[in-house]
């Protein structure tokens, strides 16, 4: 597995909002998953969703994704941006990759319903590779992060509107992923997820896979 980026080495995983089912689960969240929060600002948010709105809004929310995974979703893959949201994702990109990392051209743009959820799944490794990374836009989420061979290792995060995350490291092959359907709290703190919005970046494959 590839080091991270010097972005990413200066930054300390934070959570304040966080909730493990042991310690295991909470130092391998901690070696790889990375959360920044702020990452972008909220005039930046709003030139993103306007740009977004574009294409999303002329699609129906669809009631699952073809793997399963997804529930009451819209999706699109988007390469060209305006000249304000290029810098945002230029320097989201420059954050989390090394320079000579290899990266999907292509951004994934994944519109979720209030109502909708994502359920616990791994990131195939045949479409994607060592660095999952994403911008939370329009809502607060609880993400839970579960052991694929063991469910009941797991950790709960509240990731929060304008942040970035990474998944690396045994966070992206080892355990599943899932947004939480409302309600869902961790810590006592609850969040009613609205309408959200994640700008998805992936490492490429290797050449040689």
Not at 60 to 69: I, L, N, S, T
Not at 100 to 106: C, L, M, P, W, Y
Not at 148 to 174: A, G, Q, W
Request: with cysteine.
């Amino acid at each position: 597995i590839r080091s991270t980026s010097r972005s990413l080495q200066r930054c300390l995983s934070n959570f304040p909002n966080c909730a493990a089912s042991c310690s295991k689960a909470e130092a391998d969240l901690k070696e790889g998953f990375t959360l920044i929060p702020n990452f972008i600002s909220q005039e930046e948010e709003a030139v993103l969703v306007e740009e977004i709105n574009k294409k999303v809004l002329k699609r129906k929310y669809q009631p699952g994704h073809w793997d399963g995974a997804i529930k009451l979703y819209r999706e699109l893959e988007k390469q060209s941006w305006n000249d304000a949201n290029k810098q945002v994702l230029e320097r989201f990109k420059t954050f989390v990759f090394l320079e000579d990392e290899q990266v999907i051209d292509q951004t994934h743009v994944l519109d979720l319903h209030e109502d909708g959820c994502i359920l616990p799944h791994v990131d195939s490794i045949k479409f994607c590779g060592d660095k999952v990374s994403a911008i939370s836009l329009l809502s607060d989420c609880v993400m839970r992060f579960s052991m694929e061979s063991n469910t009941s290792i797991f950790t709960d995060v509240i990731v929060p509107r304008y942040s970035l995350y990474v998944m690396s490291n045994k966070i992206r092959y080892y355990y599943n992923h899932e947004v939480l359907p409302n309600p869902a709290s961790v810590n006592g703190v609850e969040v009613h997820r609205t309408r959200r919005i994640s700008i998805l970046k992936r490492s490429d494959l290797p050449i040689n896979n």
